[in-house]
């Protein structure tokens, strides 16, 4: 079982920065892979991005590319979405989620977190 915990989310001007963190416990591999997704009121669950444990080259949504970096620590075992130049679309309940592959695809992640609400105000 792994344990996720998102924090960071808020209320935030368009343009500006946020940076949401996820908190991983229990059983954890370097092999895994931390996924960041996010879910509008009335859309489907999208893909932002995700990285290893382990490092390696991340993955990005085109949606987010050069807007947002996914990084992690693994001496903290937490793993962090920093946002710039968001935008009132971009607002939405942003999960991280666990996966054994790396993949944008929601049905590959195992374990997600209860989610952190953004709010981009224009």
């Known amino acids: 079982q792994v344990q996720l915990v998102e924090s960071g989310g808020g209320l935030v001007q368009a343009g500006g920065p946020l940076r949401l963190s996820c908190a991983a416990s229990?059983?954890?591999?370097?092999?895994?892979?931390m996924g960041w997704f996010r879910q509008a009121p009335g859309k489907e669950r999208e893909f932002i991005a995700a990285?290893?444990?382990?490092?390696?080259?991340?993955i990005y949504a085109d949606s987010v590319k050069g807007r947002f970096t996914i990084s992690s620590d693994n001496s903290k075992n937490t793993v962090y979405l920093q946002t710039y130049s968001l935008k009132p679309e971009d607002t939405a309940v942003y999960y991280c989620?666990?996966?054994?592959?790396?993949?944008?695809?929601?049905?590959?992640?195992?374990?997600w977190g209860q989610g952190t609400q953004v709010t981009v105000s224009s």
């Open positions: 229990g059983r954890t591999y370097r092999s895994d892979v």
């Open positions: 989620a666990v996966s054994y592959r790396l993949s944008g695809i929601s049905r590959d992640y195992v374990y």
């Open positions: 990285t290893r444990w382990s490092g390696g080259s991340p």
